[in-house]
């Protein structure tokens, strides 16, 4: 039974005076740089969107960020301009150690779907290969930590769960964007979905 680390999207964006800052984004760098020596195996994610990506609010004449919009595979919030490939914003947070990650897997690069979850893009049903992956080096038992609690952390650990991988979340180590309540419905979902919350 090996463990994974996975830590969800520590980039610069999503921490504070980033695009889409997430309030003490940059307060969990040091704890995850602690789990990562416990773990058996270390993945990052990196959000990375071309320039003309379908999630920015201003690639969409007149809509505001934060708003909806119905795609062709469901809802879809739209928001700032963030983690754009090749931009500081893209980088990991400049604390973050990086020396302990076997796999760096990139979402969200199409510009006509954005991906939450580091298992599926937000049509459900297309993979992005982690699951194979992880099966491949038996790394059953995945931990995930990191940015956003209620969009991508919470999306990859359901997905996780569905998928059959035995699965927690460290809550101290995430922090939430908390958008009309997504914070405790992540929870909710977390939950029946039977993902621990630690
Ligand atoms: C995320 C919104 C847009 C996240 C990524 O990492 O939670 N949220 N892109
Ligand atoms: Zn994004």
């Known amino acids: 039974m090996a463990k994974a680390l996975i830590v969800i999207d520590m980039q610069n964006d999503f921490c504070p005076e980033g695009a889409l800052a997430v309030a003490g984004g940059d307060q969990i760098v040091a ?35 934060f708003s909806t919009i119905d795609m062709p595979y469901g809802q879809q919030v739209l928001w700032p301009r963030h983690c754009v490939i090749g931009t500081a914003g893209a980088e990991f947070h400049p604390g973050l150690d990086l020396s302990r990650a076997d796999l760096v897997l990139r979402k969200g690069f199409r510009p006509d779907i954005d991906s939450y979850s580091a298992f599926f893009e937000n049509d ?75």
């Open 31 to 65: 704890p995850i740089n602690a789990l990562m020596q416990q773990a058996d195996a270390v993945i990052l994610t990196q959000d990375w969107h071309p320039e003309n990506h379908s999630s920015f609010a201003d690639n969409h004449p007149g809509a505001s960020a």
């Open 124 to 198: 459900h049903s297309t993979p992005t290969g982690l699951a194979g992956y992880l099966r491949e080096r038996g790394l059953t038992e995945l931990t995930f930590v990191g940015l956003a609690h209620d969009f991508c952390v919470s999306w990859s650990a359901i997905d996780a769960a569905k998928l059959g991988f035995s699965v927690s979340v460290i809550e101290e180590a995430t922090r939430a964007i908390d958008l009309d309540g997504s914070r405790d419905a992540a929870r909710r979902s977390m939950k029946e979905a039977g993902v621990t919350l630690d």
